[in-house]
């Protein structure tokens, strides 16, 4: 026998090496899985009380759009000050303390500082053709904007 011949006859073909298996996990994939339950716990969480709060507002948007008078502005800013802010007594304020009350609940007050009398006479009398009625309801739009 060929000594070479010996030598060739052992040789095997060119092999692959096996295929990674998925189990276990590459650290990345951890950390994708574990963000991915934090923020499902997080919208588990903090989801329904966003989207109610989201539908409120568009509700009382909706409803603020379609007022004709100065009492029923005062009635949604009412309303919606009751259902934000339920452990406060806001539903029997009036007057000064009313427009108190709701500059207190913003960040930004000053919105009704020109429109206290807006809140706080008009709705308790007859319409006026002089009660200007877009300001105040602006001014109510941007308070349930910043409130809720």
Do not use: K, N
Not at 3 to 8: S, V
Not at 29 to 44: E, S, T
Not at 76 to 86: C, D, K, Q, S
Request: with cysteine.
């Amino acid at each position: 026998m060929i000594p070479g011949l010996d030598l060739l006859a052992r040789l095997r073909d060119v092999h692959p090496p096996p295929a990674p298996s998925w189990w276990p996990l590459a650290p990345g994939w951890w950390i994708a899985l574990a963000l991915a339950a934090l923020l499902g716990a997080l919208a588990w969480r903090f989801g329904p009380a966003w989207w109610r709060r989201r539908r409120l507002r568009r509700q009382l948007l909706a409803a603020l759009e379609s007022c004709a008078s100065a009492a029923e502005v005062s009635q949604v800013l009412r309303r919606a000050a009751i259902l934000r802010f339920p452990g406060r007594e806001c539903a029997g304020l009036h007057g000064e303390a009313w427009i108190a009350f709701l500059e207190g609940c913003e960040q930004a007050p000053g919105r009704f500082a020109a429109l206290g009398e807006a809140l706080t006479v008009a709705p308790y009398r007859a319409p006026r053709p002089e009660d200007q009625l877009q300001p105040l309801r602006r001014a109510a739009h941007g308070w349930l904007r910043a409130v809720l």
